[in-house]
C-alpha cells in the first residue's frame, strides 16, 4: 500500500469522504454514501443516548437476544435505528446484527454491500452514564446483483472487510472508522450536527502500560493468561477496565494497551462477537499498527462459521499482543 495522505483537521466528515474518494476514480460513491448512512444513525442514538435519562428509554426491554443477553431498551432502538438507516440508504443488501437471530434482507437487491453491526455495545453501563459504542463492519456481497442475500454473503473473513468503524459516546461522541487506508478519528460537534475530523491518520503506539480485562474472571482463565496478567503486575502496568469494549479499545488505541477477553472455563470462546465486534476492531487496530488475536491466529483471518461466533480476543499495541501471545493464553 501506498503511504496514506495525512489529511488536514477541522473537515467535515462530509467534506472528508468526498475527497477521499476522488483519490479513486472508480469508485461509485455507494460506500461513501454507506458511510454516510451509518454516521446519521450515530447521530439520532447519540441524541438519545444524551437524554435517555429524561425519557423512559433505559433499562431493560424484557426479551434476550440470541446470545442470551437480556436487551437493555437502547440496544433495541439503536437496532432499529441503524438497520432503519441502512435499508433507507439503500447501498446495502443485507445486515447482520448482535440482536437478530438471522440475517436480515434489506430489500435492496441492487445494495452491493452488507454490513455486520453491534449497534450498541457496552449495554450494561447504559443506565449508568458510562461510555457505549456501536461496532460495524462493511462487506461486498458474494452473491449477484439482483438478487437476495444468502448466509455466505455473512459468512466473510475479516481480510474482506472493505471498510469498519465505530462510533464512542463517551465524553464527547467520536466517530473512529478505516477503508483500509489508514484510520481517521472525527469528533461530533453537537452545535453543528457535524462530525470534524480531529485525529487524522491515527496511529497506535507500539508499546504501552495499560492492560484491560475482567480480572473477575481470573480463577476461570488459562494458566499462560494468568501467567501474563502475573506479567503486567510485576512490570506495575495499570488496570483499566470499563465494561465497553468500544471505550476500553479507543482509550488503548490513543494511549497504547493490551484489551483482552480471553476464553474462560465457562465461555470456552470468551464473549465477544467475531463478526459484530471483533473482525471491526482487528481491521481498525492494524491499520493504526496495532495487533489483533485469537491467542493462535489473526481475528482477520479467522474462517466464520456461524453469523454469530465468538472468539478470543487479544487487541492492542503490537508488542503488548505479541507478548501476551508468547505467554501461551
Ligand atoms: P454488548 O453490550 O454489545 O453485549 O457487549 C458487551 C461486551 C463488551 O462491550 C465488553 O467488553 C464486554 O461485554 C464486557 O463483558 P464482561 O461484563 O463479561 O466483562
Ligand atoms: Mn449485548
Ligand atoms: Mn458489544
Ligand atoms: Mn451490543
Redo the contacts with the bound molecule.
Sequence with gaps: NTTPHVPSVGRTLDRFIKQDQAQFPNATGDLSQLLRDIAWASKIIHREINRAGLIDITGSYGTHNI?G?EQQKLDVIANVRFIRALKNGGEVCGIIS?EDDDFIDTGNLNGKYIVAI?P?????NIDVNVSIGTIFSIYRRKSPLGTPPVLEDFLQKGTEQVGAGYVLYGSSTMLVYTTGHGVNAFTYENSLGEYILSKPHLQTPDDGKIYSI?EGNYNDLSEGVKNYLNYCKEKKYSARYI????A?FHRNLLKGGIFM?PATAKDKNG??RLMH?CNALAFIVEQAGGVASDGKQRILEIEPTSIHQRVPLYIGSKNMVEKAIAFNP
Design positions: 446470545q443477553e448482535e453491534d450498541l455495545d457496552g449495554s450494561s475482567n465494561g465497553s469494549l468500544v476500553d477477553y464473549k465477544l465486534e
